[in-house]
């Protein structure tokens, strides 16, 4: 089959929906299918540029390309899912969280004015027609199915993925506490940070980039974290493979996250995952006790739920081999079949 | 966002009174509201939007459409017919000749002559006799910036009358039954048994119970109601019928009770309740009953009450009631075959327990999932931020796509200015 996967481009940031987008296309490549990668650049600010930015896609023609039919479109986060094929799939990684559940908070764009309300309106009703054009819809964790549910009233078929093929393994379980991702303030670091004051014991690594980054570093140096919280900047795959195997844990609570690949890195380097009751898609695999420790949004909670993982070394290995086995059952074989079928 | 809102309000006696004081509090988590009560429509002034609640009945909504004349902007329309409602507004205030405009407008030179008749007591008044002929809704409708209606029905009905403008269906909100019916119902939900076993007002007989709410006259059809349920109790003689609420002047209900033999054991009669009285009342029946014939649009709150207490209806196939999943609502067509049908839908629901326990429990889910208080809260709220801002948002997102075309020397009316109209018009982008 001749397929475009779709998928916006936000340049020069890369992070886990970019990895998600190449891998499919490799997956796809690997099983024989022709493939290519329909990227648009996208920016989403000011005012109704976020409209007429995913407007873009409703103007690609991708029926055809060269003379020949092109037989499917995957579509993966918004807006790309805008675009117009007969055969349009979608796998939802997510739709546009300022306009859901970001608005009116501290990370959300839209403020009270009668414009930016209309405006977030506008978002919902574009979701509406655009998911609702789809031969099939998928999205990658129940969370996501639910915020698609509420916003337009459309059921997605839950479809996770298996995380970045790395070198997973499990070395050690060392004394530090792992976090991974790009460094923003909805991947909350700063929780973890606040923890780590609290626990003088509890060491940290921070790997990614992002624009949080320099207050973050301010911040562990306000709290006199002093060689306790390591800024790694981003990492190589070799390098984050180690990191990985080398943990005592991984922290992992955005806010209300989709879905999130880091649970299931971590998992696969049988380490339990440390996150927080409010951070959504990764409490389908994350479970208190099972898989690793859920605990409160709050400094002290996880500075207690660090300390007894690393304090409990028997129970940190039970809960990452608990976490392996469930990690092990998504595979590519499976998204792939269910995607195509 | 601030938002005037125009309504009656309790303590009228008006069932879109009852549904603004159900919806407000939950509107107000969301938006800035501020209720206008009658004679304060200065309090309208700085407002983004102004949404006005309107009916056929001129005492309840005849200054909400003087608030209307005063400042267009989104109309709920509760019913579709008005016709009620601009007599009150015209022949009501001594303006005969305004009436007279409003029926020439709808009904042309016909029209203006028969409402001569109507002005002259030649003709019996056609809010009575003839009120779907001539909806009369023609101005509300040129006022309204936007239309907010509870029915495919009104949005058909609207159209057909020539409204182009935006439309928005939104679901009547339900009333969360008292908790002590909301157990009862559950329990025996559960148990598959009615929930009427619990209620203080049920039958001490035992019978089968049907009830009937809401004002007693003939547009209720309740001579056909009456002669059917006669018929139901020559072979079920321990059913009865419950009615509720005020008989309308010139309904001679004694009468017609005499004529069918139907006695006080056979009928329950209640005029108007209280609102506890009236969920104690609604609980106790094994059925409810809701007819129309002519309709004009409405929704019924009485038997959104019924759906939310699980109960199965039975409804004339008119309007928003035919638009009820035949799960949770037996129809009865308003034709020759009217008391024949009405008759075996009352012995079905009689006879066959299953039936009636599978459709009380289509009725509350239907009225957990379309008709929840906090999605209908929601949809309001979506409407009103995009009848406040939605233009202007149109507007931008069209400039910036024009100007676009025309930096790359797109020309208005060309083939590829056609075809960015289209992708914009797919997606409902732009106007």
């Given at each position: ?341 | ?80 017919v008005?016709?009620h ?42 809010w009575e006799s003839?009120p779907a ?81 809401g004002n007693v006259n003939a547009s209720k059809r309740i001579p056909q ?23 309308s002047?010139?309904f ?39 007819l129309r014939a002519p309709t004009m649009?409405e ?17 004339s196939?008119v ?15 308003v ?97």
């Amino acid at each position: 089959m001749r397929i475009a996967v779709c998928a916006p481009q936000v340049p020069f940031v890369r992070g886990g929906a970019e990895i998600f987008a190449d891998k499919l296309v490799d997956e796809l490549r690997k099983r024989e299918h022709e493939v290519e990668l329909v990227t648009v650049p996208f920016k989403w600010y000011p005012g109704t540029r976020v409209l007429s930015q995913a407007f873009l896609w409703r103007l690609l023609d991708l029926e055809e390309s060269d003379g020949r039919p092109i037989d499917l479109v995957i579509a993966t986060k918004f807006p790309s899912y805008c675009v117009r094929h007969p055969e349009k799939r979608v796998w939802v990684l997510h739709q546009f969280r300022q306009a859901y559940e970001l608005d009116r908070t501290d990370l959300g764009q839209f403020d009270e004015s009668v414009q930016d309300r209309a405006l977030r309106r506008s978002v919902h009703h574009l979701d509406r027609i655009a998911l609702g054009e789809a031969k099939r819809l998928f999205s990658t964790s129940q969370n996501v199915a639910e915020r698609i549910a509420r916003s337009t009233g459309l059921a997605a078929e839950v479809l996770p993925h298996p995380p970045q093929e790395l070198p997973y393994r499990c070395d050690e379980y060392g004394d530090f506490v792992l976090s991974v991702g790009r460094l923003d303030r909805a991947k909350r670091n700063d929780l973890l940070l606040e923890a780590a004051a609290l626990d003088p014991s509890l060491r940290v690594v921070v790997t990614g980039e992002g624009p949080d980054r320099e207050r973050l570093e301010r911040l562990a140096r306000e709290r006199g974290l002093n060689g306790r919280a390591e800024f790694t900047g981003r990492v190589d795959e070799d390098e984050l493979a180690a990191l990985y195997a080398r943990c005592r844990a991984v922290y992992y609570a955005p806010v209300d996250e989709d879905f999130g690949m880091v649970p299931y890195e971590a998992f696969l380097s049988e380490k339990p995952v440390l996150t927080t009751t409010d951070a959504g898609g990764p409490l389908e695999i994350v479970t208190n006790g099972g898989t690793g420790i859920v605990t409160a949004p709050e400094p002290h909670e996880l500075a207690r739920a660090a300390s007894y993982l690393l304090t409990h070394p028997d129970e940190a290995r039970s809960y990452g081999r608990a976490g392996r086995q469930l990690a092990a059952g998504v595979t590519w074989d499976r998204c792939i079949e269910r995607l195509l079928g | 966002m601030k938002v005037a809102y125009h309504s009656p309000m309790p303590p009228e006696r008006s069932g879109i009174a009852d549904y603004s004081a159900l919806l407000l509090p939950s509107l107000r988590e969301r938006a800035d509201v501020q209720v206008i009560r009658r004679g304060r429509g200065r309090q309208a002034r700085g407002a983004d939007l102004a949404v006005y609640h309107i009916g056929n009945n001129p005492e309840a909504h005849g200054w909400i459409v003087e608030a209307l004349r005063r400042r267009p902007g989104i109309v709920v329309l509760h019913d579709f017919v008005l016709h009620h409602l601009v007599a009150g507004l015209t022949i009501g205030r001594r303006d005969g000749h305004g009436y007279l405009d409003a029926m020439e407008r709808e009904g042309g030179v016909v029209g203006r002559l028969l409402g001569h008749g109507v002005l002259d007591k030649r003709i019996p008044p056609l809010w009575e006799s003839r009120p779907a002929d001539f909806h009369l809704a023609g101005e509300v409708l040129d006022l309204a910036t936007g239309l907010i209606v509870h029915s495919h029905y009104v949005e058909r009905k609207a159209r057909e009358a020539g409204y182009e403008r935006r439309i928005w269906r939104i679901p009547h909100p339900a009333w969360q039954p008292p908790p002590e019916l909301c157990v009862a119902a559950s329990q025996a939900s559960a148990s598959g048994a009615s929930a009427s076993g619990a209620s203080a007002s049920r039958d001490s007989t035992g019978g089968y119970l049907v009830g009937c709410f809401g004002n007693v006259n003939a547009s209720k059809r309740i001579p056909q109601l009456l002669e059917a349920f006669a018929r139901l109790r020559r072979d079920r003689p321990d059913a009865r019928l419950l009615l509720v609420g005020a008989t309308s002047p010139g309904f001679d209900l004694d009468r017609r009770l005499q004529r069918l033999g139907l006695s006080a054991d056979g009928i329950v009669r209640e005029g108007y309740v209280s609102e506890s009285r009236l969920w104690s009342l609604l609980a106790g029946c094994d059925a409810c009953v809701n007819l129309r014939a002519p309709t004009m649009g409405e929704t019924s709150g009485s038997a959104i009450r019924q759906l939310s207490l699980g109960k199965p209806l039975v409804v004339s196939d008119v309007g928003w009631f035919s638009e009820l999943p035949d799960d949770v609502a037996l129809k009865v067509p308003v034709d020759e075959q009217e008391v024949n049908t009405l008759h075996a839908a009352l012995e079905l629901l009689a006879r066959n327990d299953v039936v009636r326990h599978s459709m009380g429990v289509a009725a509350a889910e239907l009225a957990r999932r379309e008709h929840d208080l906090e999605r209908v809260a929601e949809l309001y709220t979506t409407v009103f931020e995009q009848a406040a801002g939605g233009e202007a948002v149109a507007d931008a997102v069209l400039g910036e796509v024009a100007a676009a075309a025309r930096a790359v020397g797109i020309e208005a009316g060309s083939p590829e200015a056609t075809d960015l109209a289209q992708r914009l018009a797919e997606v409902e982008l732009g106007r």
